[in-house]
């Protein structure tokens, strides 16, 4: 993993595009990390007042200063980099020698301290330990961590020297181990937390907090295979809103995007607790899943929807209305691929037939 080369998704610190505590540890434990044949340095950092940062001028103005240390490593080189904790990150330099690496850490602390006002920090802006990894000096995973951990300490006792170069063998495990265990559990904890976090922005739509096409895709694979192993029907109804255009016109593109969130709310309010609702694509559309559910029932649904919102509408800047397709499995469709095809037909055909009206696929 490099500058060039985004980490998978979920070794990803999405709030500074560095690798993320997980992409340090896998890299740590792999064949390029300490141990390996070739030497490398690690260049820890660590945010100074970054507490009183976020204490004084919020918790934004933090992400900010966070983003801008990401920036600047990226910038700066084109080696590995990851945020390992709140506010520290580890930069991972092999090739060249140590007197080069310290050459680069140099460059990048002067740099970070030249720009650390733009984002409310003072000088030093960092603390700043270079560590040095000869060849074949084999490192346990919970040795190096030691390292960052000891040399962090060492630099920050002396203010004086907030940029300070150690040989790993210079480096022994702090007294309090167990604090170093503490605060990687506390860290690794965080690390899901944040994956969980991550995983919800990437399957949720921001304009309505529903779910998205990609949660939608996965949740209509996993029905249509479910019904296919149990020999049920499983239906999908294609909801295209009739009025976004004119919403736009007279309210322009924030009274568009209420339209869509109060159309969400109001489909999501006539359906039943396992059914599922999800924005499809771009716009006003919307997709329903009704599982165990047959044509038949699938459209007496898509009329009760379509009634909610032309009666639910009279309140809003407009009245509005919405076209509907219905499609089910088996009998629109033998797969997946099939099944969204026969709604997105269906759906147009309600759009070309003068709107405000739901299609069964086949009509």
Known sequence: MDALTPPQFHRADLLTGCGNLLGFLEWLTGPQGPGARAACS???LDVNQFAHLNDA??????DAALRWVGIILAEESPAPAFRTGGDEFVLVLAGGDFADHFVQAGRLFARLNREAARVGL?????????IHYPPSAAHSPAEVLGHLESAI???KRRADRPLTAFYAAQL?????????VDHLVERIVGLGAALDEARHLALSDPLTGLPNVRAALQRLEAAVAQAAALGRPAAVLLI????????????GYAAGDDLIRNLGVTLGRQLRPGDFLARWRVGDEFLVLLPETGPDVAAAVGERLARSVREASRDWLCPVSVS?????YPAHGADLADLLAAVEAAASQAKTQGKDRVIPAGA
């Open 153 to 155: 300490l060492n630099v």
């Open 42 to 44: 690690l260049v820890a």
């Open 172 to 180: 022994r495990m702090p007294a309090d181990a167990r604090r170093i």
């Open 240 to 251: 295209d809103g009739d009025n976004l255009k004119q919403y736009n016109e007279l309210g």
């Open 324 to 328: 509907i397709g219905v499609a089910a």
């Open 122 to 130: 003072s000088q030093p802006a960092l603390t700043t330990a270079v």
């Open 57 to 62: 001028r919020g918790h934004e103005q933090g």
